[in-house]
């Protein structure tokens, strides 16, 4: 350790935010619940976002900026589009290190030093934290929403890649999981001992509640990885549906390497013209097209949180979801429909009783489920506390 900080002020400690994941042009959902939860936080203290990007054909550059109302200092690098995987990998390894102690040197300069560093999703950024730790003394907190802790990713990496990772956690002040679910795993993975859960943000609780939506017309959001997502699924249990006589149709909003083999499979089932596919939308689109929805379906083998359930309910709309993790924290009887992970059938039965049943579906009670605890209000006062927190337990 170099030199140490002035200690933080304990109302409004000036958090540095380093976050693996963040919307942009090509994808404006990747990442925009970590960028929530960070305006949450920026409405009680001073933040600084640290976002390294990679851009193939693109130079190195680093600039502040403002956007979405956050001081961001953007680091560009190129990346490398090698076909030989442990060249590029290693290669943008070195690119990512140098546009981040870019970056972190026009914070120095611009923004001033931080109090404390907050990681959004391992590993680059967590490293970059510990190594601020080590030259400046500047603790961090590590804030975990990964699947794959769930889905036997970590599980299957290497006892290298788990040595480098159980001392990143070890030597944070700090840990948040964004439900008690995966809370527990990392104890289970003998990540830590102990964590604070901290929601996502709903977004929507502050918008009109729109009326209930037609009957049999469903809606899924998710990228369209499907052997996370199981779109798949949903598209059969649609045609298996119609087959018994149901007038359904579902909208897809979401973008991904299996797009194609999913439109195939609708027209295979013989059912395109029931599907529309939008792609990628920006989150406001995402609630706007929602409006207009009955239900929403979240089929996924596995889900940490689930904002599209949150988001569905605070605008009023049933939900059918697997219990895959996440949306067990949301859904009752009360305003959806519960269903095992990867039951077609069971799908298909779900979306015929909500159909039958859509009248039964109270828009202003459902969006009463989503309680206060999810509002950006509620978020970004836990983060401040466990802030405040970790730096009293350093000085």
């Given at each position: 350790?170099?030199?140490s900080?002035?200690?933080?002020?304990?109302?409004s400690?000036?958090?540095?935010?380093?976050?693996?994941?963040w919307?942009?042009?090509?994808?404006?959902?990747?990442?925009?619940?970590?960028?929530?939860q960070?305006?949450?936080?920026?409405?009680f203290?001073?933040?600084?976002?640290?976002?390294?990007?990679?851009?193939?054909?693109?130079?190195?550059?680093?600039?502040?900026?403002?956007?979405?109302?956050?001081?961001?200092?953007?680091?560009?690098?190129?990346?490398?589009?090698?076909?030989?995987?442990?060249?590029?990998?290693g290669?943008?390894?070195?690119?990512?290190?140098?546009?981040?102690?870019?970056?972190?040197?026009?914070?120095?300069?611009e923004?001033?030093?931080?109090?404390?560093?907050?990681?959004?999703?391992?590993?680059?950024?967590?490293?970059?934290?510990?190594w601020?730790?080590?030259?400046?003394?500047?603790?961090y907190?590590?804030?975990?929403?990964?699947?794959?802790?769930?889905?036997?990713?970590?599980?299957?990496?290497?006892?290298?890649?788990?040595?480098?990772?159980?001392?990143?956690?070890?030597?944070?002040?700090?840990i948040?999981?964004?439900?008690?679910?995966?809370?527990?795993?990392?104890?289970?993975?003998?990540?830590?001992?102990?964590?604070?859960?901290?929601?996502?943000v709903?977004?929507?609780?502050?918008?009109p509640?729109p009326?209930?939506g037609?009957?049999g017309?469903?809606m899924?959001?998710?990228?369209?990885?499907?052997?996370?997502?199981?779109?798949?699924?949903?598209?059969?249990?649609?045609?298996?549906?119609?087959?018994?006589?149901?007038?359904?149709?579902?909208?897809?909003?979401?973008?991904?390497?299996?797009?194609?083999?999913?439109?195939?499979?609708?027209?295979?089932?013989?059912?395109?013209?029931?599907?529309t596919?939008?792609?990628?939308?920006?989150?406001?689109?995402?609630l706007?097209?929602?409006?207009?929805?009955?239900t929403?379906?979240?089929?996924?083998?596995?889900e940490?949180?689930?904002?599209?359930?949150g988001?569905?309910?605070?605008?009023?709309?049933?939900?059918?979801?697997?219990?895959?993790?996440?949306p067990?924290?949301?859904?009752?009887?009360?305003?959806?429909?519960?269903?095992?992970?990867?039951?077609?059938?069971?799908?298909?039965?779900a979306?015929?009783?909500?159909?039958r049943?859509?009248?039964?579906?109270?828009?202003?009670?459902?969006?009463?489920?989503?309680?206060?605890?999810?509002?950006?209000?509620?978020?970004?006062?836990?983060?401040?506390?466990?802030?405040?927190?970790?730096?009293g337990?350093t000085?």
């Amino acid at each position: 350790m170099h030199s140490s900080p002035s200690a933080a002020p304990a109302a409004s400690p000036h958090v540095l935010v380093i976050p693996k994941w963040w919307p942009h042009a090509r994808d404006p959902q990747l990442g925009d619940f970590l960028r929530k939860q960070v305006q949450a936080v920026a409405v009680f203290t001073k933040v600084t976002v640290l976002l390294v990007e990679a851009e193939p054909g693109l130079p190195h550059a680093t600039e502040l900026i403002e956007a979405d109302g956050l001081q961001v200092v953007r680091s560009r690098y190129r990346a490398s589009r090698s076909a030989v995987m442990p060249w590029r990998k290693g290669v943008n390894l070195v690119r990512y290190w140098r546009a981040a102690m870019a970056g972190w040197r026009l914070v120095l300069a611009e923004r001033g030093t931080p109090h404390l560093v907050h990681v959004h999703i391992l590993v680059r950024p967590a490293l970059v934290a510990r190594w601020i730790k080590w030259r400046h003394g500047i603790p961090y907190i590590l804030s975990e929403q990964s699947s794959g802790y769930m889905d036997g990713t970590y599980q299957r990496r290497g006892a290298l890649f788990h040595r480098v990772n159980q001392w990143l956690f070890r030597d944070a002040v700090g840990i948040t999981a964004v439900s008690a679910w995966l809370g527990d795993q990392l104890v289970k993975l003998g990540l830590c001992t102990r964590y604070d859960v901290v929601p996502n943000v709903v977004p929507g609780l502050d918008r009109p509640l729109p009326p209930r939506g037609p009957a049999g017309h469903f809606m899924v959001v998710a990228d369209l990885v499907d052997r996370t997502k199981n779109v798949s699924g949903v598209i059969k249990a649609l045609a298996q549906g119609m087959r018994q006589g149901a007038d359904l149709r579902l909208t897809i909003i979401g973008d991904g390497p299996d797009r194609r083999m999913l439109e195939e499979l609708a027209q295979q089932e013989g059912i395109g013209e029931r599907i529309t596919f939008l792609g990628r939308l920006p989150n406001t689109g995402v609630l706007e097209h929602m409006t207009h929805t009955g239900t929403v379906i979240i089929n996924s083998n596995v889900e940490t949180f689930s904002v599209v359930t949150g988001e569905a309910l605070a605008q009023g709309k049933p939900v059918i979801a697997t219990r895959c993790g996440g949306p067990q924290g949301f859904v009752t009887p009360d305003n959806g429909i519960l269903i095992p992970v990867g039951d077609t059938e069971a799908l298909t039965e779900a979306m015929l009783t909500i159909t039958r049943n859509a009248s039964a579906y109270d828009p202003v009670a459902i969006r009463a489920t989503v309680n206060e605890r999810f509002s950006p209000q509620a978020v970004g006062r836990a983060f401040l506390k466990i802030h405040q927190r970790s730096l009293g337990a350093t000085v």
